[in-house]
């Protein structure tokens, strides 16, 4: 299988670039993809970058992602918090997870404070705004090599 | 851009008549709709009315809400007290977003008793059951005015 | 008995104006009960202001209000988080209180976010600022009307 | 000191009779005064009623009941629930208080199920209705003979 | 049936003198079960006194009462706090049964403040040492009036 | 060894019937315990029913059980959320046991809804009344199968 | 009406049989579908069998299956713990409802301790692996005879 | 404006010398006030002392003491833990209010050990006994100097 | 009196040997029993050893303790974190009981962490399998010496 | 023994000035340091200043006061709400210490608003800026004349 | 390798003798000490007594144990409560710790009633005053011989 | 300045390789450093590596950091949980810190999931093991790049 990666973009992170920038950046959900899609070329990576609001719609993608991808990039957004369902779906499937987040969840509001897909992650990077998802290509590359 | 106001009925909210008429009342959604669609057109609102179960389908709603409405009013439903995704969509849109409950939430079970969403709203209407509504087209109006 | 209405206002409310106007707005408690007076003749409605810092006067207004008001509209400000007496003396009596609050008491501090008043009353409306006050009488006009 | 009794109603407890009678019982606050005052004549007490809506003046009776009272019967109502004011006075004085309450309160919202007052009560008695106060009769009858 | 009482005392209180007297008092089980007797044949009830450590056994004593006794008179001592099968067991007999305690029990220890059975008795006396037995007995002469 | 059952009811449940219809149904224990013996002899299942409201004798019953009985039938009543004891017995015993409810644990009052001894049995059945029984029966000759 | 059930699975249990088979184990979705509907069809059931990853479509299926079934099965998986949606939508139905989990949620992580859904629920049934499904049948065709 | 105190003692402080002196000293609230005039006087400070067991009084003063006073020395004893409308009338005022206590708060039972109102007040001094007055009088001086 | 111990060991230890020998070893109870004997008499004491799966038993045992013996080794597995009827026991008698566990529980479930009966034993020993139970004797022989 | 003090500087106070200046003050350690020098020459006391980031050398610090200093005023910083060696050190020693904090605590993070070394301490002064340890010093002196 | 071993004192322990001796009693760290080495003399056991205030400097005594220790005695003493740090030395290092507390740790403060320590040590010994220390010599002697 | 980073690693991390090697792997801390170094390099960082099992020593580390290190990766270990005194470092200097660790913490034990140190970091990154560190290298790349 060629490698090959999937990032999957949670809800609302369609709106970047204009949601709350004072927390989320200035760079839009598309410039990311871009810089991403550089950095994974670099590392001999195909990239397919998808962004859903729909809880139900990010399972089906993680499970699709089994045998077909080399890891995914995950930013669940709000499902960090509240969706049992992505955790048993990262669980249940064989691909590596890297759980990536633009701020740091764990200065925010107490019910921002718990991930409850990160126990079930291949690891996690938060906090670096978009080069969040750089060094997760990084952690993707690493790996793959191991 | 003419004044128009989206109304969003969260999950069941369609079953209204039949479903535990004690707490929720007897006028069907068909039967709110009409009236909400009255009032407003009395304060010079055009309207669309909105059902969905799904909760990603009200993060959509309410994204395409930004730049073509004056003002949404939302009744979330159970989402009211699980959705960060919705609270987040709410916070990210310049809308104003009215929320309305149809009875007494505080009243309740302890897991209705917290509305996630209310914190980012303009302002909530609750108890008045199908009347709570047509409140909040009167402060939409308002706060159109303002 | 002719259509009457109490407007009570609890703690501090008489420093309105100049008290936190970021969250409290600019009105005075005066400018406020001028615009709820002008209001409720428009619909109707004699209307009686009063302001107290005491738990037990407010006790005592409630009580004196049972046969004398088609509804009372109540801003219980601090006592809505502690006053169990307050929550009792609205059960006790047959008069519909609606609760009111200027801002969004679910979006404030722990302590602000509970009101042991709302489950008893006939509704709430918060977050609108002085408006609250208007969309109350206009809630108070339709539960007449019913 | 001939031997004297200080009765003292909580708030709303004036409104016994007409307030939800399912909970509280039909009796209203004047017959269960005289009730009182007959079973405590009986025993050889002379008796003295006081109803108030407030904290304050409960605490004030309280106090002056030190050194002119054989015993104070005490039902602080919702006071029962949030008054350190109370619970410090009766603390502070010398005089036996004995706390009656009219329901279960242990059985109820869980709200009103701690009793700040009764750690610093002589004893207590609940959930026998108006009898409660005669009961509390006897044992401030038993207490002054021991 | 004639007039009858069932007095039950639960766990340890077959101590009653030597074990910590500070709080339980100085007064035998023996001792009190003769003031009760005495008093209660002055109220027309026969007594029987019953002591047992086993939460099973009080279970079969309170199942025994249905039909044969006027009112139960329990001191549930320690299962107070931890025993659900007694608190079913007054629950699922006809029998009023008056919960007793010798001590304030909300004024001790976290894991004593909370009666499981008191919300399903017909009312509760505490704090007045032995003479709570004898208040009860009034309770249940004032019950058997009713 | 012939296929046989234990079927526990714990504390009160010899009171069915009479106790709390609207809670437990109006079906008696022993007709209860017919209904069970007659399905259970179409499994091919000779069955003991025991019932009892000692903690302790739960424990040695279900001790007694183990290198006798095919599968034990358990309903814990009261004991299902206190005691430890019990849940120790059934993880010592290579027995299957089946935990059995006749009403939704889960929708009763707050100290009801955990139960201590369902991790550690073979399955849980609840809510279908009387009818929990028989399908108890019906999952053990299944286990018994396989 | 003939006689119907709806089997719903929630999300990622489409993937049995590979997912975590120590905790779910080894049968696929499509093998638990012919026992069931074997087993159905000697109790003389229709099944129709659905998989949804999408809280939302849940709540839909349900909905629809008022008025054209007689039964629903429902596995709710992940959502068991999370959705107030799933629930409302059992509560405002009139066909019965029968929860199943694989395996016994209460001895797993604390989150997935709680059923938000069971309390509305006919009955449960767990920790039976696959015969939990058949033991839910048997719970439908019992209910159907009464 | 002259250099002016306003010192409020709470409810039941002026049982000072006879209640509870192991905790609160053998000073009555005269001779602690005497003590605060002189130590004031010392400083160019004249002193108002106040007593209240009235909650709503206390908001009274302090909202009085807006523009007329330099300083307010508070100590609001059993309020201290249960008042939000003390809070908010400390924080509505400009005049810098210096909290104080006899004893250690933070050491003693659990409901004492939180202040609602320290967080809004200038500073805190608790645990000298009435020495905390003269200390905070020195502080009122420091204050005023800045 | 004679130099005399009483060995109690609560419910489920009779199993030991067989039951989770991961956890609690491979020595019976009964093996166990003989190695405390030796000790013991090495020692100079008498050894007395009951085991009991009924916790009012135990509080029997323990009360008749009381006078006849030099102390106590107890070990009240399950009932070590339910009983207060046990923890009464052990308070209100004089002679010194040592708390025994073989395993360390504050490493164990939740519901195992606390010991209600420790705070009022004269020491406990734990984690050191059937040693604990050796070493309970030695600090016998310490106690009686000192 | 000549009257001295000792000042402890908790972890992070030597930065003052320069860290967060809008929450601790512009003034270095260095510059309050001259100021508490100064004011305690005025009352007649010695003064050592130390500033420490090791809680092992805080406790070091504290045991070596007792027999040689008149008062200890501490700034436990960071280790007010974690270190209980430093609160067993206070109650350990004769030397009554004072607690000092630059803000108020109450009002800050959740993490912070827990003092374990307050209860064991002499007094509290908190809120007051440097000005805090100027108070403390009038405190010792206070102290050290009574 | 000889028999060793290693006798950690925690903060404050150093004080013993004279800090509390209510709770802690009146021998001193030196006359402890030099009767564990005459105890663990007579089990042919060299003996290393060490006492430290730091946290960090108790992680390198234990982290150095390794290898040249047979087993260490620990009193943590409030670090028990507190270090993480500790805990993660004793679970790193193969050689046995056993946990000693002169008090019952169980019975005070609640912020001293949970061990950090304790689930990763070999055993506890807690209650029995200096006596602890010897117990814990003659456990350690049991191991090495096991 | 030139380009230079701090390492620090906290308590028991200079184990690695032998500590639990399942959760913490199989690399030592040298050989990490080396590789940290290398790659580091080719980054153009110089770069020093420090362990300590000393809370105040790494509050020393930190501070000294400030005006001397482009960035500071720092692996607080144990401290990560319970070091307000870190935490109030890192925020206290200029320097960006980002913060490592080796296992996802989130799915660990309870007192180990929170962290209090992170929300005041540049970033965390959490589960690649010994390549988090090199992550952290790439991620001060980047943060010296922008």
Request: hydrophobic letters at 40%; one cysteine or more.
């Given at each position: 299988m060629e490698k090959s990666l999937l990032v999957i973009h949670g809800p609302n992170l369609n709106l970047l670039g204009s949601r709350e920038p004072e927390i989320?950046?200035?760079?839009?959900m598309a410039e990311?993809?871009?810089?991403?899609t550089e950095r994974a070329a670099a590392a001999g990576f195909q990239v397919d970058c998808r962004q859903s609001n729909h809880e139900g719609e990010i399972v089906d993608l993680l499970q699709r992602a089994a045998g077909s991808r080399t890891a995914v990039i995950l930013n669940p957004a709000a499902?960090?918090?509240?969706s049992i369902a992505i955790r048993d779906a990262i669980a249940a499937i064989e691909v590596p997870v890297i759980e990536v987040h633009l701020s740091q969840i764990s200065g925010r509001e107490a019910f921002r404070q718990q991930s409850l897909t990160a126990p079930?992650?291949?690891?996690?990077?938060?906090?670096?705004?978009w080069r969040s998802y750089l060094l997760a290509v990084e952690a993707a590359a690493m790996l793959a090599r191991s």
């Open positions: 989320y950046g200035a760079a839009t990311i993809n871009a810089r991403i499902y960090t918090h509240t079930v992650c291949a690891g996690m990077i938060s906090g670096f705004g």
